[in-house]
């Protein structure tokens, strides 16, 4: 099995002459689909530095810490984005972490061998459905009760932190977007958890079993730190998709360009100034602006889901075990 | 007997008071699920009829008293939904395929083979708001005219699904074991005939399901077709307009939010769901049949 | 797609053993197949039957004496404000096939000006700069309709309609000290008797690029000169940063109308489509008009006598704080832009065939005589255009040329 592919140890069969055309289109066109698609991959990078560089040569990176953005004074600065952005992905995975552990635990320890799969295969539905009903969805639903009961509730309770300011009314908010990102979440962080969980061996269960620990024990001691690789791994994929969500969060964020201040105020991403702005960027360099922050965006996912799939192989090869 | 609240007992107490909230999670998190589906089947069933497969939208109306509004209908979006997708896969499915093949048939181990597989995991990352942007720096540089047209609109999708079909047909590929191409090779047919008629052929069932994935992913997709096919009326006219597109119209119609194009959304989003849901179960049941078949995981 | 596939821990190199089981060798791939040709067959269906959605309609290719040009596909863009209107044209209009992205007036102008669109749509006119960045031949604004920005509200326990005055709607849109409760003394002052309720109000804008902003600032402009000097009149406003941005002028609507104690500014249709309370406005004889058809056309009565040339600058011109006495003072005309010569505008990607259905499209849409358009305006809370400005329009839209050679009309009627 590990001896390799054959078609690299060298034969000779009467056939190979006849058959060297074939096999020399057939290479040429299999290297074209592998050429397109790490061609794709170069072009997205080269068209949008193109894009963004009437903005580059004027900003530098100074865009990334400028804090306004004014086209009509042609001040761009994509920090309040770049704020929006982290916080709704971190108040989404510190919702979607817990449930997302919690569900994996349940499925792999305590739930029965039968009903494990089916479950799986359910949650995993939630990772199927296109992201802009997630949005419509929330809108329509989480929206109201965010502004008729969460807000005044959170505004009440926890206003001392100063970070539940403003207004309660509005159901479109950071607050909301977060919650909706973190649905969209738990799948990833789920299977990759269930996964990692379900590679740890079982003698690990068994000895803890053997001194006597409880089942939450074994848990916490024996499974969870070793699985702890694969699931940081699906934490941080899970991570990588939230950055760059575009439809449901701009449904829900309420589309706010200034530094947000406050959890239930609304508030901007990256991908949603984007998806907002994109139409009406006749100032000279709005359009470039808005390619600049795609350029941005790109690189931080990009970044984000090499450091996953880098945590994933690591985790793989200290398991010694494929999880997917 | 006497009740003892020992460290042991206080210990079991809280293991079971975990497994309960464990339990609860796996309940909290299928909360949204039910609640997305229950929402799209009552209230998309509800405007399930006829006409609303073959009408055209509605002219935009909220009831109020002496006004009657249209019901109107998606026909145009399913109709523009199947085609934008439908062209996309037309380039991405022998790119990634070809692709794949490349990979495992002649890459093999080697570094090569990775290189294009981290490609392809690093292309599945781009934002679908990026890769519509990408495709409108590009089509905007050569032919300003059709930037909004369903066939931008369909290059963006394509980007999307490129990755999903290249690397589920490579690990689809990469389960045909060794000895079929050694076997293959032994009775003295060609490499290439070898690849296509008996490797790709086994590994058909799997190619496919990542052609179906890909096809679910791309026709909900939204954000390209907010950038670059956005605004069509009426039914598909070419490639190079504009086409209506059942993901886009539940974005436009949450934001515009007339009534009669809310009820249409809620039915474009049961279309979708259907379409989704059924395109990821046949994906499942389709790989338990090959697993069972070549007698190992996928 | 989650990415992850079924995970047997299976490491053996059971590989080597394939064994084919009767019966159940490719049903998977069968159906999977199976689905990809019904898909394909439609897909083939659609392509054929795209005429199967168009709206039925009697013969189009003879309009008694003319005979109207092979039907092809115009796309449009820009101004939110028109869009309801422009919705029942396109999808009543059947001598051509009429699109039109309703993304806000910014985005018409800059459309246009990068030849994405045919036309473009906007309740701003071109500022200088704009109209500077458009590339030869330039474009003709032409009048297209006529709207009123309205102040809308939420606040259910206010029963009447609420008074506001220019001076006013600047401060709380200036989130100016003072005016940053729905209880301040000066919109107290306007409407006495009315309890108002002790609450921050909730400032709604539009987040896009917006011609009904521009009608709404140069009103805002006009009327307080702390306005007009910090934050001017255009399509995109620096807003105070505690106010919420939405997009579009059902955007806004849908929001204030979600918020207690928002207050937004949209067209008048969409305030009467939704059903939102709306306030009146003082007008420049002092009266508080509250917007209606009457008063809006009652303001713009004159305004074709006022309009620029169609190829000129109409940044200048405006219908607001007109002085009759019953004058709705934030009325707004929206302007269509197209190309004067649209060959040498478009080159091979407009053919003449194209050039005479936009042509004909327009002077449907606006002219006068053969212009049918304009019977819907009413019946969506638009104001129709005057014969006088329907006229001006016919005779801009008839210099449009194509290579310098004029264009054969023949309007659907």
Redesign the interface.
Known sequence: ?T??????TR?S????K??KW??R???V??????A???G??V??GV??Y??ALPLINRDGLSFLTNRIW????NVYGILPFAAGTLITSAVALLISV???I??A???T??APQWLREP?A?????????????????G???I??VM?STVNPALAHYLGWTGLFG??T????NILTASIVLA?MT???I???SK?SI??VPRTQTEAAISLGA????V?RRAILPYARGGIVAGVVLGL?RA?????AVT?VI??????PNSFIA?GQTI?SL?????????YALERPA??YA?LV??VI??A???LA?FLLARFQRGMG???? | MKLKFDRYTRRKLFSRGMTVLTGATVVIVLLPLFSIIYETVVLGGGVLSVGFFTQNIPQPCSPHPGVVCQAGGIGPAIQGTFIIVALAALYSVPVGVGAAIFAVEYGGERALARVISMAADILSGVPSIVAGMFVYALIYYYEPAVVFSTFSGSLALGVIMLPIVMRTSEEALRTIPNSVREAALALGISRWKTSIRIVLIGALPGVLTGVMLAIARAAGEAAPMLLLNNGALHGFTGINYVSQNMALLIYTSAVAGYQNDVNLAWGAALILIVLVLGMSILSRIVLNRTARRWGQGT | MSGTSESTNTNTSAGDQVVRRKGSSRTGAYIVVGVVVVVVIILLAGYFAAGWFKPSSTSTSNNGTCTAPTPATISGAGSTLVAPLMTAWALSYTASTVNYASVGSGAGISDITSKTVDFGASDAPLSPSQRAAIPSPGVLTIPESIGAAVPIYNLPSVATTLKFTGQVLAGIYMQAPGYTNWNNSALQAINPGVTLPNANIVVVHRSDGSGTTFAFSSFLALSNATWASVYGHATTINWPTSEIGSKGNSGVTGTVKSTQYAIGYVDINYALTESVAFGAVKNPAGNYIVANITNIASAVKDASATFPASSGDWYNFTVENSPGAQDYPISTFTYLFVYSDLGVAYGSSMPLTTAENLVNLLLWMVGDNSGQGQTFAAGLYYVPLSPAAATFDTSAIESITYNGAAITHCVQS
């Open positions: 099995m001896r390799g592919n054959p078609f690299h034969t069969t009467k056939t190979r006849v058959s074939g096999d289109t057939f290479l066109l299999t290297g074209i689909g592998a397109g698609v790490v794709v991959l072009a997205v068209v949008l193109y894009g004014d086209p009509e004074n817990p449930l997302s919690g569900a635990l349940f499925l320890q305590h479950i295969q359910v949650v995993q539905m939630l990772a199927a459905i296109p992201s802009v009903i997630f949005g419509f969805w809108l329509i639903v929206v109201p502004a403003g207004p009314d509005i159901g479109t649905i738990v799948p990833t789920t299977a990759l996964d379900m590679a409880t089942d939450w024990e848990s990588g950055l760059g969500e575009t439809m449904l309420g589309n706010s360009n200034g530094v609304p991908a984007i998806a907002n702005d994109f139409f009406e960027s006749f808005l390619v795609a965006l790109l996912t990009l984000v889901n090499v799939r075990a494929k999880v997917e």
